[in-house]
């Protein structure tokens, strides 16, 4: 290892400086949009980097935000409406989803703003990004402190999936490296991923084994 | 959309098809091991893709757990020592890293087994892995039940940082496309990466601008 940095190293960066470097040890994070509206429907559009698998029976999904931060009418919508979606970036509109993180007011939406058409599904209480891949529409199920900080983990379980591709697997897997989506790092880095290798399940008695391997020269 | 998935669907799915495609909705994922040891510094490694960013100041990281199963021993040795290891792992190493998900019995190490190095530093109490070129020591802060699911959401306190490269920018952000670090979707399907750009900090009135493009063509 070339470069240690201590407890004291950490406190001592400048509070921007820890910010991008503490945000980037987490390493590649999904991007996603958060489509919310507000009792009389007026629409809100986030990008968010903290959404996250939490159980696949109940199907749950949990996003972890900033009370005081851009997204905090976002939480205000949800808290009210009871609603969401996430709505997974495709890499050609990265830009235009990192623009939604911008100080808009209340009365602008970000669908407008930044380029994004809302779709709305007949009896389905929040907007999803006809542009994305792949939405997920959620009912809010809890928003639980996290003590550490007093940041709020918002759990909402997933009613209603929108594919645009064909793209699930016979054992339920969704090929995502078909949906071209983004991914990031930090606050503020955009990638994009392709696909190496699908392994089998892994046994202590086995090899590890691919199932499938991607051609990376795509 | 091509594909709708309702409520209904969902529920219907066989409890495998289910964990597959519930687990591919959060997109990329980071790929991370976990190093743990217990009293006797009997080591432990497992991968984990539930590793998040929960706050820059105080430095902490989460990663949501479920108690019953093969990261019962990571929990368990977590709770013993109250220290841990959060290892990115590179595109080089993802089938060994995989090969961790197996069922080893407590007296068999991951790191014997599937060819990874421990590495200990003076005086931190949980070992790193050596061929990771993004390892972080963390100190238990909390451990918190989710009250939707029972899952347990474990909290670090960032320590101290091992970074192979001096891939650190002027600004604290690290340039992780330098590293050559995996990610992952669903259940085991891992993918390497490549960066677009790094945005400037957005302004409603202000166009997207990017800051640095990357070289796509490396």
């Given at each position: 290892?070339?470069?240690?940095?201590t407890s004291e190293?950490?406190?001592?960066?400048?509070?921007?400086?820890?910010?991008?470097?503490?945000?980037?040890?987490?390493?590649?994070?999904?991007?996603?949009?958060?489509?919310?509206?507000?009792?009389?429907?007026?629409?809100?559009?986030?990008?968010?980097?903290?959404?996250?698998?939490?159980?696949?029976?109940?199907?749950?999904?949990?996003?972890?935000?900033?009370?005081?931060?851009?997204t905090r009418d976002?939480?205000?919508?949800?808290?009210?409406?009871?609603?969401?979606?996430?709505?997974?970036?495709?890499?050609?509109?990265?830009?235009?989803?990192?623009?939604?993180?911008?100080?808009?007011?209340?009365?602008?939406?970000?669908?407008?703003?930044?380029?994004?058409?809302?779709?709305?599904?007949?009896?389905?209480?929040?907007?999803?990004?006809?542009?994305?891949?792949?939405?997920?529409?959620?009912?809010?199920?809890?928003?639980?402190?996290?003590?550490?900080?007093?940041?709020?983990?918002?759990?909402?379980?997933?009613?209603?999936?929108?594919?645009?591709?064909?793209?699930?697997?016979?054992?339920?897997?969704?090929?995502?490296?078909?949906?071209?989506?983004?991914?990031?790092?930090?606050?503020?880095?955009?990638?994009?991923?392709?696909?190496?290798?699908?392994?089998?399940?892994?046994?202590?008695?086995?090899?590890?084994?691919?199932?499938?391997?991607?051609?990376?020269?795509?």
């Amino acid at each position: 290892m070339n470069q240690i940095y201590t407890s004291e190293t950490i406190n001592d960066m400048p509070q921007r400086y820890r910010a991008n470097f503490i945000n980037s040890l987490s390493g590649y994070k999904s991007a996603n949009l958060i489509g919310t509206c507000n009792g009389s429907r007026h629409t809100n559009l986030a990008i968010v980097t903290s959404v996250f698998h939490v159980g696949a029976n109940p199907p749950l999904m949990g996003m972890l935000m900033r009370p005081h931060t851009v997204t905090r009418d976002t939480l205000e919508n949800i808290k009210e409406q009871g609603y969401f979606t996430i709505n997974a970036v495709p890499v050609n509109l990265y830009a235009q989803a990192h623009q939604t993180s911008a100080r808009y007011t209340p009365e602008q939406s970000e669908f407008d703003h930044c380029g994004f058409t809302s779709h709305w599904q007949d009896d389905f209480a929040a907007p999803f990004v006809a542009e994305s891949p792949m939405a997920i529409g959620l009912r809010l199920e809890t928003i639980q402190k996290i003590e550490a900080n007093q940041t709020e983990l918002v759990i909402g379980r997933i009613e209603r999936v929108l594919l645009r591709e064909q793209a699930v697997e016979e054992d339920g897997t969704i090929d995502i490296s078909q949906l071209s989506l983004a991914c990031v790092s930090g606050l503020d880095t955009y990638h994009q991923a392709s696909g190496i290798a699908k392994m089998a399940y892994a046994k202590p008695d086995k090899a590890p084994t691919a199932l499938k391997l991607f051609n990376t020269d795509q």
